[in-house]
């Protein structure tokens, strides 16, 4: 699939952005990183939780909007130029009303409502989640044969459910992320970005991205190579990854990342937020793309293709992040008691 015919602003080359999930992310530990984008002249998407969860969860420690400074400091990345976006209610499975109580407080901290949003984990308000990514029959089979049988259903955009939100979503966001792949330049998956499909109400658009789970995966997605083809290729990059996973050890980001971010923004592109990005390519292209027949076959096959390769190029890290979360968490179990 070639790219289209878009250019981007300046006369700039390609577009790079980031779409940081919020998983084990404290005000702490993702400060460092966030203040080095900045210097770069880097503007990214940060997504947040609204709402904190109390009970057992893998990803507790983690900071929300409920945290004053936290919150403080997701409006001073807004008024810098950064985006704010929706990772969902919290951080485990939120029912409609506590959905609509996270909107009600993302308002009162941010001043407006996200544009953005992705799922995150296998939470059951996930909005075409899981098996209902697929529109194809082959590919739902497949999936649920794979991965299907270990997971919960994901009910965002069932009306039966107590977990639906998807009239929520249509009124108050206009992209929602999709599928990841292991490829830097998203035109090499599909020239229509951002997308939309049948049989998805409540979805204006959505958005694929690349994928780099943690440090070492995003040390790898970046490397120097990678970078010149992205920019030999005038490609697009929406770069999907958790800067709370090893990117930043004793209040210093990992000096790899640190030298591939500043290698980057020498480069020719035009490094906006995802909603920025996203606005612009669909204006060039006269709204999102309606995706459906063999484009949107092929788009879900290289899904599973990606996913496959992807498995041998998963890498471990060191938890870094790890005495940040154990801080947090004790810092509010103090406030509670």
Known sequence: MTRTSVSFPGGRQFAF????????????????????????GFRTTK???PLPYHGPSDYQGSDSLEDRAYASYMRELQARGFEIAFHGARMESSTRAQIEAAFEVYEQALGNHPTAYAAH???????????DRFRFRLWRWLYGALAGRHEGPAEGHRTNSPYYWADLAERHLRYVRSFTYDELNLWNITSAVPYRTAGTPGVAAFF?????????????????????????E???CIVSTHFGKGFVRDGRVHPAVTELLTQLSQRPG?????????????????GPVMLEGYALFRLEALWFWHSLRSRGRQRPY??????????????RATHSS
């Not at 035009?270 to 006269?286: C, E, I, R, Y």
């Not at 870094?320 to 801080?327: A, C, F, G, I, K």
């Open 270 to 286: 035009w490094f906006q937020p995802v909603s920025t990005l996203l606005d612009h390519l669909a204006g060039a292209q006269g």
């Open 234 to 236: 005038r490609g697009l």
């Open 47 to 49: 997504t947040v939780w």
């Open 17 to 40: 952005t980031i779409f940081d999930d919020t998983d084990i992310a404290t005000l702490e530990y993702i400060r460092p990183i966030y203040e080095l984008l900045d210097r770069l």
């Open 208 to 232: 694929p991205s690349s994928f780099a789970d943690n440090v070492q995966e995003f040390i790898e997605l970046l490397s120097p190579t990678r970078q010149a083809q992205l920019e030999r």
């Open 318 to 331: 060191d938890k870094t992040e790890l005495p940040y979360l154990q801080r947090a968490a004790a810092r």
């Open 121 to 131: 984990g296998h939470n059951r308000d996930n909005l075409y989640w899981g098996v």
